[in-house]
């Protein structure tokens, strides 16, 4: 990059990092990026970015140049112009490419060169000479990576994996050369038989041709399959930012005009036909149809959506026309955020990963430093140079750290890609160590628990008086109401006995109700004592249905006409259909679910048995609720907290681990660690599952890769392994650390 580049304006800059081959190569450009002034790096090797916190105003092209100069390459991400912009093809990645043309060609070479060193009736007079000209190749040209980085790690006084790999490849092709043209193995008719283990012998009878052709091709074949392993890994993102739109239908002085996404502008209102995805986030100005969301919530039923609903950007028009007025575009977007929290959940380091990163970077040094030793322990024990040579080139190919530096990034990618799918956004690594320490779920009732709004519950009439009758009358009434409580009364009513009529004469009496005239009948629906006003009082039947009611936690409303009273309509908060089954399920996870709201003990007392939650915590105030959480965290308890209004933010940042229901505000969401885009409270469930999930796969990766290393490189250095099958060994453990990451991608939702 030119010196010319754009300063940085913001605090958090990304780079894109080529060049990187293993785990000491990402930690190597961390720690020269951190010893620029007001600069804090974090490298991931899986990804291949490099996230750089900088002073307002620092100029790009100094980062650069400073990974430039460790001898990678560095380049500021172009903005997308749109959704899917970013979504590159894994099948047209160049390097890619590059290293699966090598791979073959490495291949076609080397296993030529493997059947006649391992079988002995294929030694035909000349096969050592054949065996030289197939494996050239396959070290100079094949190997050509991992000598160039080799060469720069030496330039610039370090060493990494491409360090061990070049030394152990090169050593084997000298050495062969050695005893081809100065030994005894260029003796026509030489027998070289394969054996796994070694043993004493004369060293210029002795070649490796196999062992430097043969540890080439599994490691770039090891290269190849985790490099694209990764790029698999990455697909849930990618595919997250190819869901939006690339063109919409915009009404112009009334006509629609086709433009590309980009061109989109905040108010302007945009044509949605049935079968089209909704081109940005936005609120219904006429229509009705039926939102497919799925792709993007996981909710497999469609929402059904009409004027004046809220709609999301990527989401399927499944039914009739829309007209939407654009609310949100671009970088603002629930997509763009959705995909932008994923990314900078991938692109963080778990403490984990960090003691990884720290081991692999003293890890080349101590083992080039072993194989130094071994080599001199065997000559030192009078052992033939062959052997001794052996041993120290195994010691060098066994132990490529690449394992290590992959066993966190590669479950990271995987768990939180999966996670986008399923509409749960775990916002850092650093969140999955929380979820396994969680003991208590602090549950915010409203919004959380039940749906937030008023539901017409019940209806109780005073004898002689039809039900239906009274759901129109009041309905009519509370229809014209902007009250939440009359509202949610009328909804109901319209819903049992369809359209209502339009009421004259209304009038609303400040505290108390409202009143107005229905059909000719002069109607009264509010308190109790708006009834009395007008001499209408219930009977001792009714008045009883409605004490009941109140003390459960129920909101009540009375209803007359024509001078009497005609009954009560309860209204209430309803818990959501699914809520008694996911408390149960976090019961199951270990966690003991608490209760929290500012309502009434009353209303919070019903709502806690009927989901199953025995203890409760009411009537607590907006700016109390973080003070709770601080005191069952005094008492011992690792708490998650899930919320979703404004009032929950401090309480989600307070709590070991905040979940925000994705149905609420933007600002809690902003204060939580997993963001959960459904309004199911199964989903939180769903996220404490694949959290642990993944950080028991992170767990699972560490472990073996630390054995691996811990356990072969004694094996080497006793001279029981071969140098191709370190190789191999090696290559291996990288290629099962990512399957088993790979393996999240099955992760399954309790929702059915």
Not at 60 to 84: H, I, N, Q, R, W
Not at 342 to 367: C, H, M, N, T, W
Not at 459 to 476: F, K, Q, S
Request: proline share 5%; charged share 20%; hydrophobic share 50%.
């Amino acid at each position: 990059m030119s010196a010319s580049a754009p300063p940085v304006d913001g605090r958090s800059v990304e780079l894109e990092i080529g060049g990187m081959t293993c785990a000491s190569c990402a930690n190597r450009i961390e720690r020269k990026l951190n010893k620029l002034d007001g600069v804090t790096a974090t490298v991931n090797y899986a990804t291949e970015k490099a996230r750089v916190t900088v002073p307002d105003g620092y100029d790009a092209a100094l980062l650069v140049a400073e990974v430039e100069k460790t001898g990678y390459t560095a380049a500021l991400p172009a903005p997308p112009s749109d959704p899917g912009a970013g979504a590159e093809d894994p099948q047209a990645d160049p390097e890619l490419t590059a290293l699966r043309r090598r791979l073959i060609g490495a291949v076609l070479l080397t296993v030529p060169v493997i059947a006649m060193s391992m079988v002995p009736a294929l030694q035909f007079t000349y096969w050592q000479w054949a065996s030289l000209v197939l494996a050239a190749p396959v070290v100079v040209w094949a190997a050509w990576p991992f000598h160039k980085a080799a060469w720069a790690n030496l330039r610039h006084g370090t060493a990494t994996m491409d360090t061990l790999i070049s030394m152990g490849v090169g050593a084997a092709f000298l050495w062969s050369l050695y005893a081809l043209f100065l030994g005894t193995a260029g003796t026509p008719g030489m027998v070289h038989p394969f054996e796994f283990s070694l043993a004493p012998s004369d060293g210029a009878a002795n070649i490796y041709l196999e062992a430097a052709a043969g540890v080439t091709m599994f490691i770039l074949a090891g290269r190849y399959f985790e490099k694209r392993s990764k790029r698999q890994a990455g697909a849930a993102l990618r595919a997250l930012l190819e869901l939006g739109a690339r063109e919409v239908s915009v009404l112009r002085a009334g006509a629609e005009v086709k433009v590309p996404i980009d061109e989109l502008r905040v108010g302007d209102e945009f044509v949605v036909r049935p079968g089209e995805k909704i081109a940005t986030d936005g609120v219904v100005v006429s229509g009705s149809s039926a939102v497919d969301a799925s792709m993007l919530t996981g909710e497999s039923v469609p929402v059904e959506v009409g004027e004046g609903d809220a709609v999301t950007g990527a989401t399927v028009n499944a039914g009739g026309r829309l007209v939407v007025r654009a609310t949100r575009v671009g970088a603002d977007t629930q997509l763009a955020q959705m995909a932008r929290l994923v990314e900078d959940a991938q692109a963080g380091k778990a403490e984990v990963q960090r003691l990884a990163d720290r081991i692999s970077g003293v890890f080349v040094p101590v083992v080039i430093a072993i194989a130094v030793v071994v080599l001199g322990g065997w000559l030192g024990a009078g052992f033939p140079a062959s052997a001794a040579f052996t041993a120290a080139v195994a010691v060098l190919v066994i132990a490529c750290p690449c394992a290590l530096g992959l066993a966190t990034p590669t479950a990271l990618l995987v768990g939180t890609g999966r996670g986008a799918q399923m509409g749960i956004l775990i916002k850092g690594p650093e969140v999955l160590e929380s979820t396994r320490k969680v003991d208590t779920v602090v549950l915010d009732k409203t919004g959380t628990v039940t749906t937030g709004k008023m539901t017409l519950v019940d209806v109780v009439t005073e004898p002689g008086t039809d039900r239906a009758e009274l759901l129109r009358y009041a309905g009519a009434l509370e229809n014209a109401s902007e009250h939440p409580i009359g509202q949610a009364i009328a909804a109901g009513a319209a819903a049992e006995v369809g359209s209502l009529p339009t009421p004259v004469e209304f009038a609303n009496v400040e505290g108390k109700g409202v009143q107005g005239v229905v059909d000719g009948a002069a109607v009264v629906v509010g308190r109790e004592s708006l009834l009395e006003d007008w001499s209408q009082r219930l009977s001792s039947d009714v008045a009883a249905a409605k004490v009941d009611a109140e003390q459960a936690g129920k909101t009540v409303v009375v209803a007359g006409w024509d001078g009497r009273a005609r009954g009560v309509l309860v209204v209430a908060d309803t818990v959501k259909p699914t809520s008694a089954e996911a408390v149960a399920r976090l019961r199951q996870l270990g966690l003991t679910p608490v209760l929290l709201t500012g309502d009434n003990r009353a209303v919070a007392e019903r709502i806690a048995a009927e989901v199953g939650i025995d203890e409760v915590i009411a009537e607590v105030l907006p700016k109390d609720k973080v003070d709770v959480v601080a005191g069952l965290q005094k008492a011992g308890k690792t708490v998650a907290m899930v919320g979703d209004g404004v009032n929950d933010a401090p309480a989600l940042v307070q709590a070991d681990l905040g979940l925000a229901m994705g149905t609420g505000t933007d600002v809690a969401i902003e204060a939580s660690d997993i963001a959960l885009v459904r309004g199911d409270l199964r989903s939180a469930v769903d996220a404490i599952r694949l959290s642990r999930k993944t950080l028991g796969t992170i767990k699972s990766n560490l472990f073996w890769a630390f054995a691996y290393n811990v356990a072969a490189i004694p094996i080497a250095a006793l001279g029981l392994l071969n140098p191709m099958l370190a190789g191999a060994a090696m290559a291996f453990s990288s290629v099962f650390v990512v399957a088993n990451s790979l393996r999240l991608r099955r992760f399954r939702s309790v929702v059915r």
